[in-house]
């Protein structure tokens, strides 16, 4: 948008001699692009947005954190809590003055996690192979307390739950575990962010253990489990239907952010399609993403657990492939497309007690891509 601004005012000096009102009017709009681009340029920028989302994730971790009764609100959560951990970590490490209570806030979401009241899977390794959605997301929240807290060693725990998913992984049939227990389905995404849980963990013993789980995923999923000509990896697959659920917006997106650092190759491999198919609006000030493949009809959704991932907007797992994948344009574009849809758009419906976890994953993800750059 600031070349078309650019255009607008060279039209002005072009036109002012001979036609001076509607060269006036090309300057004022001119003039009023400029203005609103560098102004969601400096709110970009500044740190505004990103202290308060901090502030707003910190209050609910210290004042608010209850486990909820429903099935679903508990992913939201577990799924924001893990989230929100990592960018806890990751705003440590670009304010050092907030890294002590970055740390505590952690430590709280540790101490709610490892609470037998809320996932008595935790302590039963017998119990780790029919919730395994859980343990990978725990996984991850060990990973950040222990990145904040600089130590360079895992606690027994963390070092068993780690070796876990990944000794489990590289030795399943078809290199994906399923996340839900009595859910026949491989969730993808799932399985990457399991994967970025183990190289966060490599990031504190300097181990890599990643390694070998992230080939023999990426090689399996990108030979079998992809749509028809194309290189998007399903959403979900089973024994018997290698797409059991097309590429979901939110599902890729995760894959991307996931594996970006630890492989960049195959996350830019579906950064570039999936910004393809499912971006729109390319080179202006705003972007949206869709959840659904062009050529799904939605819902189109065949599996009977209804995946977390789908209930939120794709725009807030996007914005941190974007920012992984330093795709600053893209990243630019979904903030303001965010910001316009907070001033001028209406006000969530207000969540009765114990429902508004899912509200508060999208805040998560927002506030971790915030902290990535």
């Known amino acids: 948008m600031l070349i078309p601004a650019i255009l607008l005012i060279a039209v002005f000096f072009l036109l002012r001699k001979k036609q001076l009102i509607p060269a006036r009017v090309f300057l004022i709009i001119g003039f009023t692009l400029a203005f609103s681009v560098l102004g969601l340029l400096l709110l970009e920028l500044s740190d505004v947005l990103t202290d308060s989302h901090y ?3 910190g209050n609910t971790i210290t004042h608010n954190l209850e486990f909820p009764t429903d099935e679903n609100q508990q992913r939201y959560q577990l799924i924001g809590l893990s989230h929100a951990a990592t960018g806890m970590a990751q ?13 505590r806030n952690i430590s709280e979401i540790v101490s709610f996690v490892l609470n037998e009241d809320h996932y008595p899977v935790v302590s039963n390794r ?14 991850n929240i060990l990973a950040q307390y222990e990145i904040v807290k600089g130590t360079d060693t895992l606690s027994a725990l963390h070092q068993r739950m780690n070796d876990y998913l990944a000794g489990t992984l590289v030795k399943s049939r078809y290199k994906n575990l399923q996340s839900f227990d009595g859910d026949v389905n491989y969730w993808t995404a799932d399985n ?11 990031r504190i013993t300097g181990q890599n253990t990643a390694g070998r789980p992230t080939k023999d995923w990426s090689s399996f999923i990108f030979k079998q489990i992809t749509y028809p000509d194309s290189k998007l990896p399903c959403s979900a697959f089973s024994d018997t ?16 952010a996931s594996l970006a650092d630890v492989d960049p190759e195959s996350s830019r491999q579906i950064w570039r399609e999936y910004r393809h198919h499912y ?3 390319v080179f202006g000030l705003f972007a949206t993403f869709d959840q659904y493949h062009p050529e ?9 657990i209804r995946h977390p991932l789908d209930a939120i907007s794709p725009e807030m797992p996007t914005l941190i ?5 330093n795709d600053r344009l893209t990243y630019f574009q979904i903030t303001n497309q965010l910001w316009l849809n907070e001033v001028f758009g209406s006000a969530p419906a207000p969540q009765p007690k114990g429902y508004e976890w899912k509200n508060f994953l999208e805040l998560s993800l927002r506030f971790e891509a915030e902290t990535v750059f």
Not at 192 to 202: K, R
Not at 296 to 304: F, I, M
Not at 321 to 325: E, F, G, K, Q
Request: charged share 25%; with cysteine.
């Open 55 to 57: 502030q707003e994730i």
């Open 91 to 103: 705003y440590a490490q670009k304010n050092t003055e907030q890294r002590g209570e970055c740390t």
């Open 126 to 139: 017998r119990l780790w192979k029919d919730n395994i959605f859980e343990i990978i997301y725990i996984n």
């Open 192 to 202: 990457t962010y399991l994967i970025f849980g183990l190289q966060s963990t490599d």
């Open 241 to 256: 239907d290698k797409c059991k659920e097309m590429p979901h917006g939110t599902h890729l997106a995760t894959m991307i």
């Open 279 to 281: 971006k729109n609006g």
């Open 296 to 304: 799904e009809t939605p819902p189109a959704y065949q599996n009977s």
């Open 321 to 325: 492939a974007a920012a992984r994948i």
